[in-house]
T-cell receptor, first 119, second 114 residues
Framework: DAGVIQSPRHEVTEMGQEVTLRCKPI?????LFWYRQTMMRGLELLIY????????DSGMPEDRFSAKMPNASFSTLKIQPSEPRDSAVYFC?????????????????FGPGTRLLVL | KQEVTQIPAALSVPEGENLVLNCSFT??????LQWFRQDPGKGLTSLLL?????REQTSGRLNASLDKSSGRSTLYIAASQPGDSATYLC?????????????FGKGTKLTVNP
């Protein structure tokens, strides 16, 4: 398997522009996660899906952020409008898990990340 | 709210040295604890996963221990090599705010000097 695929790998945009990040999870994985990593705050969970349904979006910083998973092989994270403080590395991860991933002991597989810079 | 702390933030050692990375967490009601490795510009790779009922896990030169009651874990790296240079993140899986979540520490950046 090719692993988790993210695109683009790098994105530079100007404040106010819409940014769309894309993720293709590992085939057969039921869970998909979006994380954001910054030096100040470390790695933070933004939202995760189970079988394409959003389960917990409490980490989404504000209404400017939205995520969708229209099918089992594709997810997007959108920022509109973008702001300089959104600059970070955004990771997508996927995992198997029949019921509860933590209790099932399944690890998450991370993509290479999208490095976003908002000027 | 679960918080994960890793000390030290950075560590530099000569090749061949044995070393220990530390992780502490505030809520002991966890399902499992994982250690990840992150190389510059890349994603995270899971190294070891310890279930809450386990005390330790080993993989090659790596050994991770878990003391759930005290909220601590250590990652022991034997005979360190320059290729071990990376950032090591500790993460705990627990039920937080109505759902299961993986909460990460900020990592320890390890440099192994040849």
């Amino acid at each position: 398997d090719a692993g988790v695929i993210q695109s683009p790998r790098h994105e530079v945009t100007e404040m106010g522009q819409e940014v769309t990040l894309r993720c293709k999870p590992i085939s057969g994985h039921d869970y998909l996660f979006w994380y954001r990593q910054t030096m100040m705050r470390g790695l933070e969970l933004l939202i995760y899906f189970n079988n394409n349904v959003p389960i917990d979006d409490s980490g989404m910083p504000e209404d400017r952020f939205s995520a969708k998973m229209p099918n089992a092989s594709f997810s997007t994270l959108k920022i509109q409008p973008s702001e300089p403080r959104d600059s970070a590395v955004y990771f997508c991860a996927s995992s198997r898990g029949e019921f509860f991933i933590g209790r099932d002991g399944e690890t998450q597989y991370f993509g290479p990340g999208t490095r976003l810079l908002v000027l | 709210k679960q918080e994960v702390t890793q000390i030290p933030a950075a560590l530099s050692v000569p090749e061949g040295e044995n070393l220990v990375l530390n992780c502490s967490f505030t809520d002991s009601a966890i399902y499992n604890l994982q250690w990840f490795r992150q190389d510059p510009g890349k994603g995270l790779t899971s190294l070891l996963l310890i279930q809450s009922s386990q005390r330790e896990q080993t993989s090659g030169r790596l050994n991770a221990s878990l003391d759930k009651s005290s909220g601590r874990s250590t990652l022991y790296i034997a005979a360190s090599q320059p290729g071990d240079s990376a950032t090591y993140l500790c993460a705990v899986y627990s039920f937080q705010g109505g759902s299961e979540k993986l909460v990460f520490g900020k990592g320890t950046k390890l440099t192994v000097n040849p």
